[in-house]
C-alpha cells in the first residue's frame, strides 16, 4: 500500500521561486494537514483540510498556499520562496472520526532555500 | 510558546532496559493526548493515544500515564530493543473532530547494545 506520497524527496530553490510540493494519499481519507519541522522542533502545523473544497489555515501558514480539488491530493504552494522556509515538510492524513488522533505521514520533502 | 514540551531531549538506555519519556502540557482543555516515533529520515508514525478522561493506556510493549493534576504524559517502553532508538515526540489534541494535533519538540531515543 502507498499511504501517503510526497514528491519531490528533496529541493533547492533560489530565493525568490516558487513551487508546489505534492501530496497524495490513496486511503480515502477525508483529513489532510501540512507540518513543517525546523531542527530540534516539533512538527508545527501550516493548512489543513477535512474534505475536498475546504482548507484553513494552522499554525504558520505566512507564505504557503494550498488547494484541495480532490480527497486524494493536497499540494503545497511556496509563493515566492525565502530561506526561513528551509525546513522539511511533512504531510499527513488521517480519516474522519471523533478522536482524529492517528495521522499518517509521507516520508517528507527536504526543501533549501538559498 | 508551546503548550506541550519534553523535558530531556536525549535519553539513552541499555537494550532490555525499560525506558520512560516525559512530556508536560499545559493546556486543560486538551481532548487526547498522543505519542508519535519517528525515526531517522520518516515522518512520524503513530504509537498510541489517550484520553484525558483516562490515567492509563497500555499497548505492545508501550504504556502511557497521564497526570491531570500536574498536568505530566510519560511514554513507558518496556524491554528497549536497538528497533526503539528514534525520536518520540507527545501531541495533545484540542476538541473533537476538526482540529489538528498540536506536537511538541521531541526526545532522542538512544539505545546502546
Known amino acids: 500500500n502507498a499511504g501517503v506520497t510526497q514528491t519531490p524527496k528533496f529541493q533547492v530553490l533560489k530565493t525568490g521561486q516558487s513551487m508546489t510540493l505534492q501530496c497524495a494519499q490513496d486511503m480515502n481519507h477525508e483529513y489532510m494537514s501540512w507540518y513543517r519541522q525546523d531542527p530540534g522542533m516539533g512538527l508545527r502545523l501550516i493548512h489543513y483540510?477535512?474534505?475536498?473544497?475546504?482548507?484553513d489555515q494552522g499554525e504558520v501558514p505566512n507564505g504557503y498556499n494550498v488547494s484541495r480539488s480532490t480527497t486524494e491530493d493536497f499540494p503545497l504552494r511556496l509563493l515566492s520562496a525565502a530561506p526561513s522556509q528551509t525546513s522539511v515538510y511533512f504531510c499527513?492524513?488521517?480519516?474522519?472520526?471523533?478522536?482524529?488522533?492517528?495521522?499518517?505521514f509521507g516520508q517528507g520533502t527536504r526543501l533549501t532555500v538559498v | 510558546g508551546e503548550s506541550v514540551g519534553l523535558h530531556l531531549p536525549t535519553l539513552s538506555v541499555q537494550e532490555g532496559d525499560n525506558s520512560i519519556i516525559n512530556c508536560a502540557y499545559s493546556?486543560?482543555?486538551?481532548?487526547?493526548f498522543i505519542w508519535y516515533k519517528q525515526e531517522s529520515g520518516k515522518g512520524p508514525q503513530f504509537i498510541i493515544d489517550i484520553r484525558s478522561n483516562m490515567d492509563k493506556r497500555q499497548g505492545q510493549r508501550v504504556t502511557v500515564l497521564l497526570n491531570k493534576t500536574v498536568k505530566h504524559l510519560s511514554l513507558q517502553i518496556a524491554a528497549t530493543q536497538p528497533g526503539d532508538s528514534a525520536v518520540y515526540f507527545c501531541a495533545e489534541k484540542r476538541g473533537t473532530g476538526r482540529r489538528a494535533l498540536t506536537f511538541g519538540s521531541g526526545t532522542r531515543l538512544q539505545v546502546q547494545p
Open positions: 493546556n486543560s482543555a486538551s481532548d487526547y
Open positions: 483540510s477535512v474534505g475536498a473544497g475546504i482548507t
Open positions: 499527513a492524513s488521517s480519516p474522519w472520526d471523533r478522536r482524529n488522533t492517528e495521522a499518517f
